[in-house]
């Protein structure tokens, strides 16, 4: 399974910006997909996740600024950033777990300038 993140970039505060996530191998049996992201000298954090089914999950911080989406057919999920806040400037990564493994993306930075 390999995943590749686009999309970011450099955008102003209250600002908008649309993540994709494309899975290409074997991904049929990938259920969930995540997006993360980490801040200097900070955790990697967990922003928004869906299932198979369509339900999600969002971070307190993004809730109501952000929504997670998927294209099963095109084997593409998405982070759709309404609102951007500086302190959502970050790299961030799809994720995906399949059985015992775990598969991220290489990373796409957003930066929000006040």
């Known amino acids: 399974v390999q995943l590749q993140a686009s999309g970011g970039g450099l955008v102003q505060a209250r600002g908008s910006l649309r993540l994709s996530c494309a899975a290409s191998?074997?991904?049929?049996?990938?259920?969930?997909f995540a997006w993360y992201r980490q801040a200097p000298g900070k955790q990697r954090e967990l922003v928004a996740a869906i299932g198979s089914g369509g339900s999600t999950n969002y971070a307190d911080s993004v809730k109501g600024r952000f929504t997670i989406s998927r294209d099963n057919a095109k084997n593409t999920v998405y982070l759709q950033m309404n609102r951007l806040k500086p302190e959502d400037t970050a790299v961030y990564y799809c994720?995906?777990?399949?059985?015992?493994?775990?598969?991220w993306g290489q990373g796409t930075q957003v930066t929000v300038s006040s």
């Open positions: 994720y995906a777990p399949l059985g015992l493994s775990e598969y």
């Open positions: 191998g074997s991904t049929l049996s990938i259920s969930l």
